[in-house]
């Protein structure tokens, strides 16, 4: 097994904080030049609600939200970096005098609940149907999946939660339209509690279970392939090793290592919130927040889920990296 040199995990935790740092600023400054003012909408419905001026209106709301679309954009983003350098990403303008830390630490629960059961779940099925289909590539095993994954491939990923929502939950209402547990059960470490959470989030779980799982089945199918073809494999035919070992052993085991990258990239965007899945099931996660505040135009929010999901992003992308490292005995680190 490769050994990771101390040296080589500090340059790469030094990278990515690097990295950190520069999705900070890009995300602080592209949202600023995004169209649409938070302020002037708000001051536009608050004139019409209280017979005011617009310009005594936009004096009120950008007290309300202490946002003030004047101030030079420079002097904000010192502001905003001073804030973040004492544990701060502000309050959220739609949701007024609630902290962005507090509505994420609420939400982000409930999304790495859904995406890491469903992501983990789609993982373990795609590859093991990829492993399977480039064993038997030549048995109708693989003409059948294939088609399934043209399919699902045909649907826009957005329309899924639409599906199932109507399907499952309107028509037949097998499952809740909405809400992560009930409000009959008690919040705790109980089965009942778990049972319903669960049941709660049944459909998104799905939904983005079958938006990933024939990527992950395509992938390995071509992976698994490709190791099929390298001459460890030749020589363990050769050696006489049982088919069961060599696709244990020697087929699964190398064909999965170039996926393990692209599984942490995967699992740090769904952290940034599954929008379309949250958002129909009012399923109240990280994604269902951001939807929110897109459409109201809630800088800080937007910047707190952002700045999450692409810390979330690199993070996972490290761990990858670490473990790829550890996994592979040709990947040779740097002194």
Not at 115 to 129: C, E, K, P
Not at 224 to 232: F, H, K, N
Not at 236 to 256: E, G, Q, W
Request: aromatic residues 12%; positive net charge; charged residues 15%.
């Amino acid at each position: 097994m490769g050994r990771l040199k101390l040296s080589t995990l500090l340059k790469r935790i030094g990278v990515s904080v690097l990295n950190i740092i520069v999705v900070v600023t890009i995300t602080f400054f592209l949202l600023r030049m995004t169209p649409g003012d938070v302020v002037e909408n708000m001051a536009v419905k608050l004139a019409k609600e209280q017979n005011l001026t617009m310009e005594v209106a936009r004096q009120r709301v950008a007290y309300i939200i202490n946002y003030d679309p004047n101030e030079p954009v420079l002097k904000q983003f010192g502001t905003y970096v001073n804030n973040i350098l004492h544990g701060s990403l502000g309050n959220s303008m739609q949701y007024q005098k609630t902290s962005v830390l507090s509505i994420i630490a609420d939400s982000f629960p409930w999304t790495l609940l859904v995406v890491t059961i469903a992501l983990v779940l789609s993982f373990a099925v795609g590859t093991n149907l990829g492993a399977l289909m480039a064993w038997k590539r030549k048995t109708v095993l693989d003409p059948i999946i294939t088609g399934l994954y043209v399919v699902v491939s045909a649907i826009p990923y957005y329309m899924w939660p639409l599906i199932m929502l109507v399907a499952f939950c309107i028509k037949n209402k097998w499952f809740p339209t909405q809400g992560k547990y009930s409000i009959m059960v008690d919040p705790g470490f109980n089965w009942p509690f778990i049972k319903d959470v669960l049941y709660h989030a049944a459909m998104p779980i799905t939904c983005v279970f079958i938006s990933t799982v024939f990527t992950w089945t395509m992938n390995m199918r071509a992976s698994a392939i490709s190791v099929l073809g390298e001459d460890y494999i030749t020589a363990a035919y050769a050696r006489s090793v049982p088919d069961r070992r060599i696709r244990k052993y020697y087929l699964k085991k190398n064909a999965m290592l170039p996926l393990i990258t692209s599984f942490a990239s995967t699992f740090g965007t769904y952290m940034g919130g599954a929008i379309f899945v949250e958002t129909f099931f009012k399923y109240y996660g990280i994604g269902y927040y951001m939807n929110g505040a897109l459409a109201f135009r809630d800088f800080t929010l937007m910047q707190g889920i952002l700045i999450v999901s692409a810390t979330a992003t690199i993070i996972a992308l490290l761990i990858a990296d670490l473990v790829y490292s550890v996994l592979d005995p040709r990947v040779r680190t740097e002194g």
